[in-house]
């Protein structure tokens, strides 16, 4: 199997999260000559090639090389754009495709290259940006047991991955990890309000807020407990934790996470058949 000393990549887009994972296998060996990039906005272009010393180019095909992986990361409107105008270099190459696209499946991304290929859907989130991503996969049946090594390894360099067995899953994935960060964001936002309400000045509400938040997350993610167990250990018979949760029980919290998930999973499953 390669290493990632010797995997060589081609980014078709180059946004914020084709700039995370550069960023990540930088910091894991790979050097910027392993990684070329493709994307329309020269500002973005000239940012990463400041940050990275990666070549870009506007030109999808320009440069392609006989790359290892292809990762296409562009917004889901414009996927069957990208892959039609990239296809003829994809086909003379055979590389392994990565798509962390919401929503686009592997035989609608086959069809519009114009081949059965290698594809992997991948779903990373923002907290990848600081390698603390928590990335889903799903293979189609034509990758081989390298190229999964090599998914995990650049998956891997900006956080932690997994893989699913049903290409459904990955609109379960997007639903709960790739959207997940803005919940938990607008989660600390409602309670750095809620705090400010009840005198706090804004400055401490917030760090006060963000630190349970990442303090919590830490202490769930070392911790050997359930986050039930974890969640138990809190709260005291008849105490100010207790009370909190009794409200939030009285206010259907586990439904409206339940049907806010839901809604997320059809919109991902939604995206797809806006291009059948």
């Known amino acids: 199997?390669?290493?990632?000393?010797?995997?060589?990549?081609?980014?078709?887009?180059?946004?914020?999260?084709?700039?995370?994972?550069?960023?990540?296998?930088?910091?894991?060996?790979?050097?910027?000559?392993?990684?070329?990039a493709s994307d329309p906005g020269q500002n973005q272009r000239d940012y990463i090639e400041r940050q990275f010393q990666i070549l870009t180019f506007g030109d999808n095909n320009a440069h392609f090389g006989m790359p290892d992986i292809v990762i296409i990361a562009v917004k889901p409107q414009i996927m069957k754009q990208v892959l039609q105008d990239v296809a003829s270099s994809i086909r003379r190459t055979h590389p392994l495709v990565i798509s962390v696209a919401a929503g686009i499946t592997t035989d609608q991304?086959?069809?519009?290259?114009?081949?059965?290929?290698?594809?992997?859907?991948?779903?990373?989130?923002?907290?990848?940006?600081?390698?603390?991503?928590?990335?889903?996969?799903?293979?189609?049946?034509?990758?081989?047991?390298?190229?999964?090594?090599?998914?995990?390894?650049?998956?891997?360099?900006?956080?932690?991955?997994?893989?699913?067995?049903?290409?459904?899953?990955?609109?379960?994935?997007?639903?709960?990890?790739?959207?997940?960060?803005?919940?938990?964001?607008?989660?600390?936002?409602?309670?750095?309000?809620?705090?400010q309400k009840l005198g706090l000045s804004e400055t401490n509400a917030a760090l006060l807020a963000k630190k349970t938040a990442i303090g919590s997350a830490l202490l769930a993610e070392r911790s050997p407990e359930s986050l039930q167990q974890l969640k138990d250990r809190v709260t005291s018979p008849n105490g100010t934790t207790a009370a909190a949760l009794e409200s939030f029980t009285e206010n259907n919290i586990e439904q409206v996470i339940e049907q806010a998930l839901n809604a997320a999973n059809d919109r991902s499953i939604a995206l797809s058949k806006e291009f059948d």
């Open 1 to 36: 199997m390669k290493s990632i000393q010797d995997i060589r990549i081609r980014f078709v887009g180059a946004g914020n999260m084709a700039a995370s994972l550069m960023g990540g296998l930088i910091n894991k060996g790979m050097t910027a000559s392993q990684m070329t």
């Open 109 to 195: 991304m086959a069809q519009w290259l114009g081949l059965d290929l290698p594809i992997v859907r991948a779903m990373p989130n923002t907290p990848a940006l600081i390698g603390q991503g928590a990335i889903g996969m799903f293979a189609n049946q034509l990758v081989t047991k390298e190229q999964l090594l090599m998914t995990e390894q650049v998956m891997d360099a900006v956080g932690t991955s997994i893989w699913v067995t049903e290409e459904g899953n990955i609109d379960a994935v997007t639903a709960l990890s790739g959207s997940g960060p803005a919940y938990f964001f607008m989660f600390m936002q409602y309670l750095q309000q809620a705090g």
